[in-house]
């Protein structure tokens, strides 16, 4: 993703509170379009003071400035690599490089020298983000987009300097870039990201680059036999009208049964395939699960894959520009993401940084086959320190009460929750105009909306007195022939401060909550950041929220039931998380 130096904006949406719009320009008779907001008097204006008050700590940030897109992470010689989208000189969008850091747990982080700049003509105006693929002989390799001095939008491969070099700190950028560049049929403006590549039964080396036409949003299909000369399909892997510019495509396999991981090119029986975009209109990522026609280079979403946006998100909140990888070490796909600020560019420069990476996540295909479950990297529980545990406590209508006993602050935490669920007779309706939009719903029942069965769940990062709290609960509905469950993050009342961005967040969970009587929620807690797993990873939530009194020592945590019947937690387990001895960038 990327963006010129300078623009005029034709149009301003209630998400630039998130720093986010469309800008188009026409220069030398070229359209040129990008999605971040362009603070030029911010851009080089470096942090003289870091605030950490607000600042995470165990999820990865660097010292101070702006981040975003994670670049082409990948697992080479015993040593994870995250490569991401950085401001060296400001807290704000611009004067992007891809950042490098290296690790053994995906835990530690060691940081670099920045591994692309902007150097050459074909990428002197910006380079942006892009995929890593490992080649046969173990080389690894980056194709990421340039913009070069027509401001087109071309692909870029890079290789490392000296593959002795454990830690690949120089990469090289050959004179013969570009190696993709836009053609007649191409929106040259809209046009960037492209995947970790794949290699079929042909032996052709395959990738999708994002793209639109008009309104109609498209993963471009290249193939080459040496990775260097690349020739456009004669149609796109797939495309979607009404959508807009697909960013951050990614294409992988799932395995269909078990537990382990894909490589990128695994091919054959016992597979199906995931396409993500990540969805300019919107700012969200949606993905489809389906199948992949090897001899045609077609993609085919399943007919219970909503192709639109409506369809599956990895995660129903602040969530966005994400890339998966297969870790080789671990036989396993891992899923990185990022989260922007939601309060101001001016807030932005005065605490002197902004953007962080995500939890890493397994990704897995769940057991019917419909769409993926995630969960936090095993890893992360190496950070657990103090651990309370309550058990079978039943919250009456109306009720709640505080897990008490982590020391420290508990701005840190880990929490996982098993909730029984009983009453289901009791259940609102559910009206069946709702099921497209379950965020619009969370908005209009919030958490302090009293249901049938729910709200229930935690008030995370709460002052003593609950003048702020960030709410993550369920709410069942009674529909036709069976029960729909709502998962909600509602941070309407997360800060006193004014300003703010504040939007619910909500995704239906996919679980039959009638037979099983039970479900299940755990959510990471980090200073500004709350990312929940609903049904052990079935609906992921993830929200920014920046408490003004709920800081430190004085962030309580609550578990609540604001329904008209009973709920019983059986199981809560809550963690102290340490932070990571190194979490460098």
């Not at 969200?284 to 998100?313: C, F, I, M, Q």
């Amino acid at each position: 993703m990327g963006r010129t130096n300078s623009c005029c904006w034709t149009a301003w949406l209630a998400v630039v509170l998130v720093h986010w719009c469309l800008c188009v320009r026409e220069r030398n008779g070229v359209v040129v379009e990008a999605s971040h907001v362009v603070y030029e008097s911010l851009q080089s204006v470096p942090a003289s003071v870091v605030d950490s008050k607000l600042r995470t700590g165990y999820h990865f940030q660097p010292p101070k400035h702006w981040i975003n897109d994670p670049n082409g992470p990948m697992y080479y010689n015993g040593l994870y690599h995250l490569f991401y989208q950085y401001n060296p000189s400001g807290s704000v969008w611009g004067n992007i490089v891809w950042a490098h850091s290296v690790s053994t747990d995906l835990i530690n982080w060691v940081a670099l020298e920045p591994a692309i700049y902007p150097s050459k003509p074909f990428d002197i105006k910006g380079c942006w983000s892009g995929s890593a693929t490992i080649l046969p002989g173990n080389r690894p390799v980056i194709l990421y987009t340039g913009l070069d001095p027509r401001e087109r939008q071309v692909q870029n491969i890079a290789y490392p300097k000296n593959l002795s070099d454990p830690y690949l700190r120089e990469w090289v950028k050959p004179d013969f870039n570009p190696v993709i560049a836009p053609d007649d049929g191409v929106n040259g403006s809209a046009f960037r990201d492209p995947t970790t590549a794949w290699r079929g039964p042909s032996g052709h080396w395959k990738l999708v680059v994002g793209s639109k036409w008009n309104k109609r949003g498209k993963a471009i299909l290249y193939r080459s036999r040496d990775f260097v000369h690349w020739v456009k399909a004669k149609h796109s892997l797939h495309s979607a009208r009404d959508t807009g510019m697909w960013e951050c495509p990614d294409f992988y396999p799932v395995a269909l049964k078990g537990t382990r991981g894909l490589d990128t090119s695994v091919y054959g029986h016992g597979v199906k395939y995931v396409l993500k975009i990540s969805l300019d209109i919107t700012r969200y990522e949606y993905y489809t699960v389906g199948k992949y026609y090897h001899d045609k280079d077609k993609y085919v979403p399943d007919a219970t894959s909503a192709d639109d946006n409506t369809g599956l998100r990895y995660d129903y909140g602040n969530f966005y520009a994400s890339k998966t990888f297969f870790d080789g070490k671990k036989q396993r796909r891992i899923l990185w993401g990022w989260a922007n600020e939601s309060d101001t560019s001016d807030v932005d420069k005065a605490k002197g940084w902004a953007g962080i990476q995500m939890i890493p996540r397994t990704i897995l295909l769940d057991s019917s086959g419909r769409q993926l479950v995630q969960w936090p990297i095993e890893e992360i529980e190496s950070l657990r320190g103090k651990h309370v545990v309550v058990e079978h406590k039943r919250i009456p209508s109306g009720g709640f009460f505080e897990v008490t006993g982590i020391d420290s602050s508990q701005v840190c935490a880990d929490v996982e929750v098993s909730f029984d669920v009983s009453g289901l007779e009791k259940a609102e309706d559910f009206d069946p105009s709702w099921a497209t939009d379950a965020e619009a719903l969370c908005g209009r029942k919030t958490a302090d909306v009293k249901g049938g069965v729910g709200p229930f769940g935690v008030l995370v990062l709460a002052s003593a007195n609950m003048e702020e709290k960030t709410a993550v609960f369920f709410r069942v509905f009674k529909a036709y022939h069976k029960h729909v469950v709502l998962m909600c993050h509602d941070p309407t009342r997360s800060s006193l401060r004014a300003g703010l961005y504040k939007p619910t967040f909500a995704g239906f969970v996919d679980v039959d909550i009638a037979k099983t009587g039970k479900i299940s929620l755990r959510t990471l807690i980090d200073s500004s950041v709350v990312e929940s797993f609903g049904a052990k990873g079935k609906t992921c939530i993830t929200s920014r929220v920046y408490p003004s009194l709920a800081i430190g020592e004085d962030a309580h945590l609550f578990v609540f039931n604001n329904g008209s019947t009973d709920v019983k937690v059986s199981e809560l387990n809550a963690w102290e998380m340490k932070k990571p001895l190194m979490n460098g960038a």
